[in-house]
């Protein structure tokens, strides 16, 4: 097994990702116990100081949070606080402005909302997008989830809840609001109390990006023009919120897979909720290519397979749980190599 990833991951490497900056990571969990099958740390963490990466090393995880926000928004499903047909116009104390008054906790969790999205990524010119909304939306000022809502509610709805998958941003940043409608923390807050601290994740966190802590990989974007790289303090929100910008590292993310399947997080029952193939996305076959409440879920040769994703300046992002072989791969990076190829080629083994 350790010789076959490994020989993946290099085949990979020297293809696609020759200047993969991050921490690759397989492991099998049983018992409490990592059994580390393969792992591998490339580049550095500040390219500046020629400061490496280490197995250890937390990276931002971009749109990874999302599968943090699904356990969130679950936990609370759990202890009877809210339910999947709960409108979100009956559960937040804001003027929602165009956002349809019939969608429901489920809709947002399910990317079946159809609420007008900050980033559309439909639409291609995504890094456009965001640089025209930090244009007009200063990244330092991200700091709570209420300012999100002056760039999502003028929307106007692209479909009717529940008429199909539409990925959206948009509608997580409304469940972190939820979760702190809720419960009366903050949805960083919340997400640390109930589920970084229980899991032992420990460096995990919503870091600040103007104070992030030793260890932690700043990210690096390659300049088009001189070819030199610089980081991204100036292309994500200070702080990060439901739709992403946690920080993990590959140890973290074994515990969490653990955590969940060991149902520590939340009961069996809400456990099979959140990882049932809720949704089928778009163009997807009848083997692959759905979605859960808050992860991608993805049946291959008999097996099912669990996964998350995340991608923004500087940052890239896969982890996955194999539950036929117990294994967690995790791939985080502080460049913009793309991982994803890595990702199906591991889930086709």
């Given amino acids: 097994m350790e010789e076959k990833i490994r020989d993946i991951f290099n085949i990979w490497l020297k293809n696609e990702g020759a200047d993969f900056s991050g921490v690759f990571s397989a492991s099998k969990i ?32 971009a749109s990874g949070t999302k599968l943090f926000t699904g356990l969130a928004i679950c936990k609370l499903i759990d202890e009877k606080k809210l339910s999947l047909e709960d409108t979100i116009w009956d559960l937040l104390p804001f003027d929602l402005g165009l956002i349809n008054k019939n969608v429901t906790v489920y809709h947002l969790l399910t990317h079946t909302s159809g609420v007008g999205d900050y980033i559309d990524e439909e639409i291609d010119g995504g890094d456009e997008q965001l640089m025209d909304l930090y244009n007009k939306y200063p990244v330092h000022l991200w700091e709570r989830l209420e300012y999100y ?23 997580f940043v409304l469940l972190g609001l939820i979760v702190e409608a809720v419960n009366g923390l903050t949805y960083q807050q919340f997400v640390k109390e109930n589920i970084i ?17 030793a260890n932690t990989a700043l990210g690096n974007i390659k300049d088009d023009n001189t070819g030199e790289w610089r980081t991204n303090i100036f ?30 997080i939340f009961s069996e029952e809400m456990t099979v909720s959140l990882l049932k193939p809720h949704v089928k996305m778009n163009d997807a076959d009848e083997h692959s290519g759905f979605y859960g409440l808050g992860v991608y879920v993805k049946n291959n040769g ?7 994703v995340g991608g923004d300046f500087g940052v890239d992002f896969f ?16 460049t913009n ?4 190829p890595l990702l199906e080629t591991l889930l086709e083994e």
């Avoid at 982890?319 to 502080?334: C, D, E, F, I, Q």
């Fill in 319 to 334: 982890t996955a749980y194999l539950p036929k072989t117990k294994m967690v791969v995790s791939a985080l990076g502080n």
């Fill in 197 to 213: 601290t229980p899991c032992g994740l420990m460096h995990t966190g919503f870091y600040r990006m103007d104070s992030l802590p």
């Fill in 149 to 171: 809502l002056q760039m999502i509610t003028p929307l106007p709805p692209k479909f009717e809840p529940g008429k199909r998958y539409a990925y959206s941003n948009a509608g």
């Fill in 235 to 264: 292309n994500m929100p200070i702080l990060g919120g439901s739709d992403g910008g946690l920080f993990t590292c590959a140890k973290d993310l074994n515990k969490l897979w653990r955590s969940i399947f060991s149902y520590e």
């Fill in 302 to 308: 008999g097996g099912t397979v669990y996964y998350a």
């Fill in 30 to 61: 049983t018992s409490g116990i990592d059994e580390v099958i393969y792992q591998q740390a490339c580049g550095y963490r500040n390219k500046t100081e020629k400061l490496p990466n280490t197995p250890d090393t937390a990276f931002g995880i």
């Fill in 337 to 340: 190599v793309n991982t994803y």
